[in-house]
């Protein structure tokens, strides 16, 4: 069973960038697609993008095309989420989340723990 | 971008009882649908895709259909644990949620 462990919570100021790593252990890496998925506080699910490493197949949602860089490394079984000119808004929770059959369809499966990532002055 | 109409956005029912939540797409998506339930402080969890597919442990209790652009989860006799956010998603092109329906203790 794959477990994804994400990078710890960050505080960040306005304009800045944040970086969140998601590693993958127990499961294969390359062939599966790995999908980022944010939650404000208190608010629904939004989906920003995925990554299937073997491919090389990066989908962004057109909500972030021009702040968000998902990469991923095969070697680690790590992939990233970076987010830049962050401004208040962008404080939520950051999931990275799996498919469960390895056939690239955005489906989420097995799901990292979150991070919450706070922008405040 | 397809977006998803969901509704309602808030579903109040009692233990043992039957709910349907539904979702609409804005155009067509095949089958490409799935339904997630969502705890308090913890990531979501899939229940269908394929719009009708149990996810592996789900109970049978959980069930999906499709008509058209429309999509219904039922919970056939509530239990106790159902009490939660539930999301579908579109995987169609990208991926879209809809807004989400808090199922509440009635």
Redesign the interface.
């Given at each position: 069973q794959v477990q994804l462990v994400q990078s710890g919570a960050e505080v960040k100021k306005p304009g800045s960038s944040v970086k969140v790593s998601c590693k993958a252990s127990g499961g294969t890496f390359s062939t599966y697609t790995i999908?980022w998925?944010r939650q404000a506080p208190g608010q629904?699910?939004?989906?920003m993008g995925?990554i299937i490493p073997l491919l090389g197949i990066i989908?962004y949602?057109?909500n972030f095309q021009d702040r968000v860089t998902i990469t991923a490394d095969k070697f680690t079984s790590t992939a990233y989420m970076e987010l830049s000119s962050l401004r208040s808004g962008d404080t939520a929770v950051y999931?990275c989340?799996r498919d469960?059959h390895g056939n690239y369809?955005?489906?989420?499966?097995s799901?990292?723990?979150?991070t919450l990532v706070t922008v405040s002055s | 971008d397809i977006q998803m109409t969901q509704s309602p956005s808030t579903l109040s029912a009692s233990v043992g009882d039957r709910v349907t939540i539904t979702c609409r797409a804005s155009q067509g998506i095949n089958i490409y649908l799935a339904w997630y339930q969502q705890k308090p402080g913890k990531a979501p969890k899939l229940l269908i895709y394929g719009a009708s597919t149990l996810q592996r442990g789900v109970p049978p209790r959980f069930s999906g259909s499709v008509s058209g652009t429309e999509f219904t989860l039922t919970i056939s006799s509530l239990q106790p644990d159902d009490f939660a956010t539930y999301y579908c998603q579109q995987y169609n092109s990208g991926a879209t949620f809809g807004q989400g329906t808090k199922l509440e203790i009635k």
């Open positions: 999908t998925v629904g699910l939004e989906w995925r989908d949602a057109q999931f989340a469960p369809a955005t489906l989420m499966d799901w990292g723990q979150g | -």
